[in-house]
C-alpha cells in the first residue's frame, strides 16, 4: 500500500533545518503552513494540516487551500504554552475528482447514466461518515443516482454546492501521505514582546559615592513603570572577585576603594548563588522582586558563567578549569579585549556532567526566588549542546522563563543559539545606522528562515558598547535611535540612565565608555526629566497599546524619494491595528520627501481618505492619494500614525 501512494509532500514550511530544531511561536500567535503538494495526472487532490498540543489526545485538522501552481497553505493557531506538533497530510480525493470530472462533461452536453453510477459508491460511502438530514440526503442521492427516471434532479444534486460541502467536509483518505512532524514550541508573551531597562544596584544610592542596595532599587521602580518599560534588567548582584580586580576605566590594578566588575563573579563572599553584601540579603533580593512584581514590573538577572580567580570553585571544583604547567589559568581574552579578572570554564572538563548539573542548579536556585528571565553573558562561549540541555531542562519544569542571548558575534553563531532554545537575541542594530543598512538588516530577520525562530531584541547601547554615532551625539540623534528600535522591532532595551541622560564620553578611538559603570560606581540624580525621557515613556506608551508594534515580522519598507528619510508599515495579525512610521536619520537638518503608502498591503485604492492619527502630537492629517508629502525636523525626527480606514 506504501508504494501505491500517488501523492507527494515537498517543502512543508515553515521548518527550520527540515525539522531538526522546532520553530518559536508566543501564545495566540499564527503558524502559516505552506507544502508543495502534487501528484501524476490531473486527479483533484486534497490536503489538511493536522496539529496537536503536546497535552491533546488527538490531533486537530484544518483544510489546505490551494494558492497556485500546486502550492498549498493553511494557518493554525496556537493557544497553549510548550510544545505543539504538526505535519501536512495530502490525498487523492476521488469523490471530488469524480464531481469534477462530472461537471466537466455535463458542460460538454455529454449523457452521464454511468458516471452517476460511480458516484453512488462515493454518496453512499460518505452517508456512513454523518448523520441525520445530511445521511437522509445521501441515501436519497445514492437512489437518485441509480434511478434513469431521476437523472434531471440527479446531474442537478450532482453539481450542488451542498453535496460539495459534504464531500469536502468527510473526505475519504484513501491511500493518503504524510509528511514528517515539525514542532512549535510556544511561550508566553513577554518572549515577543518586551522592553528592557538595564541599571547597575550599586549606582543606585542617593548620596553621591555611597554603594547602592536594592532597597535603593526599590525606590526606582515607579519610575521605570511609568516610562513603560516591563523588564528591569540588573547586571550581575553576585560577590565580585578581589584577586586581579579591575579599577577605573578597565586598568589592571585596582586601587583601595575600586568596586571592580560585576562580571568577575566569586570571592571570598561567595559564588553564583550568593548576593554582593553591599546590596542587601537574600530577603532584600526577594523583597524586590515582590515590589517589582507590584509595579508590573520583572527583574532580569545576569547569567554569567564565568569565575574570578577567587571564585570557590577554583578551589572546591579545580577541574572546571583548565590549569598550565606553570600552575596558572590563561584568564579569558575576546580579542582585543583581555578580562584579567576572570577564569574562563573548562567545558571539556573530564567532570562536565557535575558542572553542567551545577550550573543549572544555580538557574533552579534564582528561579525559586523569584526570577523568571535571564540574560545570558557571551553564550556564544559556551558549547551548543550544553545551551539546547539546560534550556530544554529547565522550560521541562518552568515553561515562564526567558532567555536572552547576549551574542554580539559572527551571524550563524547568533542563529545556533536561537536554533538551540533563547528566546530573545541581542542583534547588530547597535552598528545598524544608514537607511540602507536598517532595510537590509530588517529584512534579513523578518522575511527570512530568521523569522521562524530568532526573536531580536534591539539594544541602541549597552555598558560595554558605546557606538560611535551615538558619542558625542545630540538629543536628536538619542531620539532617532530610541524610535528605530522600538518601532522596528517588538523586544527592545536601552542601558538606562547613560542613554537617557546623553552621557557618551569615550575611550578615544574605542567604543567603549568612559568612566565606565562597569568598573566604578556612578551617581545619577534620579529625580530629573528631559525631553527624552518623555519621549521614551510616550514611545513606550504607544508600544504598549497597538498590537502592530509588539511583533516584529509583520512590516513592509516604503519608498520615500531621501535616503534620510525611513518610512514603514506595521500590522497586527488580524490589521485591525494598522501602523505608519517615518523617521528621519539627520539629527542636525530637516528633511522632506513624498512617500508612498502601501495601498495594496491596506486593500485600499487611491482617492480613498485616511485619517494618519499622529499618535506623539495627537495631530490629525487626510490623507487621500498614495504619494503623500512629509517633513521632519530634528526637534522631532519621527511620526508614528495610526492608520484609521
Known sequence: MKDQRRVVIDYVSPSVNCGKFYIKRVVNELVNVEAHILADGHDVLSASVLYRHESDKSWSEIRMNLVSNDE??????????????????????????WRHGLIRKIDDGQHVVSELLEGADYVQAVSRRVKGKDKAYLLHLHNIFKNENDYGEAITEATSDKLFQLFFNNPIKFLDQTSPEYKVYVDRKKARFSTWYEFFPRSTSEKEGVHGT??????????????GFDVVYLPPI???????????????EAVVGDVGSTWGIGSKHGGHKDIHPQLGSLDDFKSLIQR????????????????????????????????????????????PKKYQDILPIYWESEDYKALWSECLDILLYWIDCGIKIFRVDNPHTKPFNFWNWIIKNVKASHPDVIFLAEAFTAPKVMQQLAKQGYAQSYTYFTWRNSKHELIEYINELTQSELKEYMQPNFWPNTPDINPYHLQGANESKH??????????????????????????????GKEEYLNSEKFQI??????????????????????????????TNNIKFCHVENNNL????????????????????????????TVQLPLYELGIHPGHNLEMHDLITDSRYNWYNEWSFVELHPTLPFHIFKINK
Open 238 to 252: 553576585n560577590p565580585i572577585g578581589e584577586v586581579n580586580r579591575k579599577g577605573k576605566n578597565n586598568t589592571t
Open 522 to 551: 556612578a551617581h545619577y540624580d534620579w529625580t530629573i526629566k528631559n525631553k527624552l525621557i518623555t519621549i521614551i515613556a510616550k514611545i513606550n506608551y504607544i508600544r504598549n497599546h497597538n498590537e502592530a508594534l509588539q511583533q
Open 479 to 508: 531620539i532617532q535611535r530610541y524610535a528605530l528600535a522600538a518601532t522596528l522591532s517588538s523586544c527592545i532595551g536601552i542601558y538606562g540612565p547613560v542613554f537617557e541622560y546623553m552621557l557618551s564620553d569615550s575611550l578615544l
Open 72 to 97: 498549498w497553505q493553511a494557518t493554525f493557531k496556537v493557544e497553549k504554552q510548550g510544545y505543539y506538533s504538526y505535519k501536512v497530510q495530502a490525498w487523492v480525493d476521488y469523490a471530488l475528482n
Open 566 to 593: 525611513l518610512a514603514f508599515y506595521k500590522w497586527n495579525d488580524d490589521r485591525t491595528n494598522e501602523i505608519f512610521v517615518v523617521i528621519s536619520l539627520d539629527a542636525y537638518n530637516s528633511q522632506q520627501g
Open 214 to 227: 536594592f532597597k535603593d532599587c526599590e525606590r526606582l521602580l515607579p519610575r521605570v513603570k511609568n516610562m
Open 292 to 335: 517589582a512584581k507590584d509595579n508590573d514590573l520583572e527583574i532580569a538577572m545576569d547569567y554569567a558563567l564565568q569565575a574570578a580567580p577567587d571564585h570557590p570553585w577554583v578551589k572546591e571544583h579545580p577541574k572546571w578549569f583548565k590549569w598550565r604547567p606553570d600552575g596558572t589559568v590563561q584568564y579569558a581574552e575576546n580579542p
